[in-house]
């Protein structure tokens, strides 16, 4: 239990059967020093598994972990401190060397990071975990991603308020996991709000887990690079996803709905459906379907029989932008209905795909049906 009042910490680290609680005016304001998150924990750093600083807040294998409240908690990352490192984590020891290590497949025991490799700790991360419960808190500025469930099941992110404007601050990237409900979450993030993953290249693929069973209902948007996001890391695919109710609103969110992946990423991303979201304004595309986000590489990805349907946006720069990619099909069997694109630049746009339906998609007033197969 933490009362109310500011109270300093370093890394915390969850048993199983414990609950963090905290209380209404109290604060956890985490330490800025890299020392305090020492020494290195076995994790993923964008989808890679490796050896690094502790999460600021970390279990490894527990069951029955909650963090409640109507608290906050701080991590204290700045551009002075903790975002600051940013251009050094380019050095080549740093991580392109994490980037080496997946594609020669080295064995996790060797992949050792930490100091001197400038890879800022997750806020929040269980690994392989189960039965999890986030709910009430307020989290705000966080070195790196905010909530990162990874490789766990039975989890409920509710009611969190998630404010971040540094680099890399996606709000919530479920990994490899199954069984996740997010819902009734305010995010004001740096990066993507929420980003469904499942490992980057070689990892992904070797441990073949997806990201699957996800439910978000009822989230409130704001900045961010996109609203409801699938990708980069989804070498181990995702499928079965349900999204509704949502509200999405700000010029500096990129795209509400947000698919990216490469032949470099490849892994399958099917079964998606998604429902009732009100945008009122991003500053991209409404709808985004991108095969080509990274550099390209022998792993063909598939993504298919998608389902949207009831988005109204009041404003976009492109209402349906979809690129696949020459010579391969890896866009196929998206059924888009129900929706209307108004204060939009370009209606449609769609690049290497086939058997795009749409439905009663209304842009700018214009009723737009019909099946779109375009190899361009």
Known sequence: MVPAGIFMTGAIHFD????????????LLFSSNPKDYLPVVETSWEGIRCWNYSPLIYAHGKKNIAITGEGELDGGATAENWWSWIP?????????????????RTPLKERIMGEGKYLRPHFIQFY????ILIEGVTIKDSPFWIIHPLMSENITVRGVNLISHGPNTDGCDPESCNGVVI???????????????SGRNED??????????????????????GGIVMGSEVSGGVKNIYAEDCKMN???????VRIK?????GGV??????????????SGAVIRINCEYGKPGKYFPLVHDVYISGIKAQKANYGILMRGLSGNSCIEDIHISDCQFNGTKIPVKIEYAKRIELKDVYVNGKKLSGEFSETK
């Open 128 to 131: 392989k975990c189960k039965n």
């Open 16 to 27: 199983n059967n414990v609950k963090l609680n905290i209380s209404k005016g109290g604060k």
């Open 261 to 265: 992946t490469s032949s470099q990423r």
């Open 183 to 197: 819902e009734n979450c305010i995010f004001n993030t740096g990066d993507d709000c929420i980003a469904l993953k």
């Open 88 to 104: 050094l984590q380019r050095k080549d020891n740093a991580r392109p060397l994490l980037d080496r290590y997946n594609a020669s």
């Open 204 to 225: 992904g693929r070797a441990l073949g887990k997806p990201i699957e069973n996800v439910v978000i209902k009822g989230c409130n948007m704001k900045d961010g690079h």
């Open 269 to 282: 991303i099917e079964d998606v459906h998604i429902r009732n979201i009100e945008v009122g304004e991003v």
């Open 250 to 256: 700000s010029p500096h969110l990129g795209r509400a």
